[in-house]
């Protein structure tokens, strides 16, 4: 068989050699520690310690959703170092989002064995979270110009190893695939397109910016000073429905599983790294009172946000906090086809009366860019409503994230929000962050001619509490 060489962080090898290994150590042949299946490794025969399997929770490891068989999470630590021994872990999100599992394990450990046990028991789709900078280097196309899938999963166009694969989709061959894709010296021509394998393309920021599986499995591997190339697979259960976080404690206790939460990596990177720079604070005279004005930084996409802040922040008191994304038109303008310039200047008024902040975030339409939401309201001009006009465009009909939001906030010293909005999706989108929503307040602005069948989509197509 021809050599096909993979690099690693660990070294130069060949994948047919090392999977040929991993293959006779599932026989018991050989003692390479990659089961088959994940073990518990405080079951082996001659332990005298009490089965972890069956032990409390860990400390502070709480479960994530409402169930009658919820997860039980693990310290990060003791997560990285079983995807560092090539062992699969859990992954969830958040319960309002997609609420589900992953199964996820790092590129260089896409063994036959981890790549089969997906496909069996997870039964899901198997893709390949890979970092930006990976799939740019290889060169790898997207799979949509513009991607209008509900949580925008930005897919690559799927490939298949140009060398040791036949047909591609054998748990074998895909291992193949896979490990060449975390190869740190692979180039685009070693792939062939179409193909069994799915890469992902991470978001710049990760999970601080986007709170997906994608963004968390780079991020987790890169904490663990691995490749930033995963692979992952969703869990179904038997009957096809997908399976809840509530309902994985005994498959989790079934194969040994470690298991960490999306927000237990959010909250290790706000601990680890900073995103924002504090770069001035000006006092602010507005028609609604004074407030001190900061300036930040984004590294994540160079812009410039701003937190209008008037009275004293005591981290451990709830602060009234109207999260604001830009309009131009509502804003400046004062344009009647929305609410926005109207939700800005009573949340002004009420914090600059009761004390708290307005954060004003740059992502201008929904996050679409003023061009395009200009072109969006030329299409609701012809009929077409706000929702509808973004997903003819080929955006999803919200694109705003929080991840910077939620830094700046940090920053300031907040942990504790009484939150100014009509959004339930803008508490989940701080929720995963660090912060705590105790209380939502509604901003009551009456409807007129020209803004009633905004507002009327709004409530009825996006969830808003008008």
Do not use: W
Request: include cysteine; glycine fraction near 10%.
């Amino acid at each position: 068989m021809k050599q096909v060489e993979f690099t690693a962080t660990n070294g130069v090898f060949d994948i047919n050699s090392f999977i040929t290994q991993c293959d006779a150590a599932a026989m018991g042949e050989m003692p390479v520690e990659t089961p088959a299946e994940p073990a518990c490794s405080c079951c082996t025969e001659g332990t005298t310690t009490v089965c972890q399997c069956e032990a409390p929770a860990a400390e502070g490891s709480v479960p994530v959703a409402d169930g009658t068989d919820p997860i039980i999470y693990s310290p990060l630590e003791e997560v990285l170092e079983d995807l560092r021994m090539g062992k699969l872990i859990l992954m969830t999100d958040d319960p309002h989002r997609e609420n589900e599992a992953d199964l996820v394990c790092a590129g260089q450990f896409a063994t036959p064995q981890n790549i089969n046990f997906m496909a069996t028991h997870a039964r899901g789709l198997i893709c390949v979270p890979m970092a930006p900078e990976k799939v740019d280097g290889l060169g790898l196309p997207m799979q949509a110009q513009h991607n209008t899938e509900k949580h925008h999963t930005a897919f690559t166009v799927s490939v298949d190893a140009k060398e040791g694969t036949t047909t591609g989709i054998s748990a074998f061959e895909r291992s193949i695939t896979t490990m060449k894709l975390a190869d740190t010296k692979a180039t685009l021509d070693d792939f062939v397109q179409p193909g069994h394998c799915f890469p992902l393309r991470a978001v710049e920021g990760g999970v601080i910016r986007r709170a997906g599986h994608t963004e968390g499995t780079v991020d987790l591997l890169r904490i663990a000073g691995m490749e930033p190339v995963g692979v992952c697979c969703e869990i179904m259960k038997e009957d096809g429905t997908m399976a809840r976080l509530g309902e994985l404690g005994s498959f989790q206790k079934k194969y040994g599983l470690k298991a960490c939460s999306l927000a237990q990596i959010i909250e290790h990177r706000q601990h680890t790294e900073k995103l924002i720079i504090r770069e001035e604070c000006v006092k602010l005279p507005t028609d609604f009172g004074e407030f001190d004005c900061y300036s930040y930084h984004s590294k994540v996409d160079g812009k410039t946000h701003l937190a209008l802040v008037h009275g004293p922040i005591d981290p451990e008191k709830p602060i009234l906090c109207r999260v604001h994304s830009e309009c131009l038109t509502g804003d400046v303008f004062a344009s009647r086809r929305c609410d926005c310039g109207s939700q800005l200047h009573t949340a002004m008024r009420r914090v600059a009366k009761e004390g708290g902040i307005i954060l004003y975030l740059r992502q201008e339409g929904r996050g679409i860019g003023l061009s395009a939401k200009l072109h969006a309201y030329k299409l609701q001009e012809q009929g077409l409503d706000t929702v509808d006009a973004n997903i003819e465009l080929g955006f999803a009909p919200d694109l705003r994230d929080y991840g910077v939001g939620a830094q700046i906030l940090r920053d300031l010293g907040v942990r504790l929000l009484r939150l100014l909005t009509n959004n339930p999706r803008k508490i989940v989108g701080l929720s995963g962050h660090g912060l705590d929503v105790v209380e939502q307040l509604p901003i009551c602005i009456p409807a007129h001619e020209d803004n009633k069948h905004y507002l009327d989509t709004k409530r009825e197509r996006m969830g808003h509490l008008i």
